[in-house]
T-cell receptor, first 115, second 112 residues
């Protein structure tokens, strides 16, 4: 199974709502990532979890709150978002092997619209 | 900071021709470069990885080269088909390989 799944596929929320994005993988990968992608732009890294611990936060506003409950699941909690946060949110996973290469497997993404 | 540039935002070619996409990087050579394909509204899909000590890598109709002197990788699709139409992203690792920075992508259109 080389699949990363994300739910929901689409999400529309108001600026006062609280919602969560979910990501799951069963490849035994111990690194998981959240990316944000705007239209016609490349993915931009938001967070990296390694062995269920947050290892990288690329200066993301606190209205985005990641969580890694176990090695297969990754959540992104959303609160008080702005319209400019509307984007495709991508989850990815990879093995964590020192001195090796890190091919990332991406999910299909959640299309988020903030009204 | 590590930057990746891809030579053109969009590339149109005729079916059956070879598409060549360019990826240029700055600063030190990465240990490897990766190429991904992304269809509209979908996540990127890994295609090929080439290490800095490899000159060339092939997979079916795909070929990637890595020139550390020019700080450049070329991505070729031979005998292109309309189904190859997509955005192709180049990516380099940083932070000991845990992170990647992606190039802006080249949107390839193969015309029948």
């Amino acid at each position: 199974d080389t699949e990363v799944t994300q739910t929901p596929k689409h999400l529309v929320m108001g600026m006062t709502n609280k919602k969560s994005l979910k990501c799951e993988q069963h490849m035994g990968h111990r690194a998981m990532y959240w990316y944000k992608q705007k239209a016609k732009k490349p993915p931009e890294l938001m967070f990296v979890y390694s062995y269920e611990k947050l290892s990288i936060n690329e200066s993301v506003p606190s209205r985005f709150s990641p969580e890694c409950p176990n090695s297969s699941l990754l959540n992104l909690h959303l609160h008080a978002l702005q319209p400019e946060d509307s984007a495709l949110y991508l989850c990815a996973s990879s093995q964590v092997l020192t001195g090796s290469t890190y091919t990332q497997y991406f999910g299909p993404g959640t299309r988020l619209t903030v009204l | 900071s590590q930057k990746i540039e891809q030579n053109s935002e969009a590339l149109n070619i005729q079916e059956g021709k070879t598409a060549t996409l360019t990826c240029n990087y700055t600063n030190y050579s990465p240990a490897y470069l990766q190429w991904y394909r992304q269809d509209p509204g979908r996540g990127p899909v890994f295609l090929l990885l080439i290490r800095e000590n490899e000159k060339e890598k092939r997979k079916e109709r795909l070929k990637v080269t890595f020139d550390t002197t020019l700080k450049q990788s070329l991505f070729h699709i031979t005998a292109s088909q309309p189904a190859d139409s997509a955005t192709y992203l180049c990516a380099r690792p940083y932070n000991y390989g845990q992170n990647f920075v992606f190039g802006p992508g080249t949107r390839l259109s193969v015309l029948p």
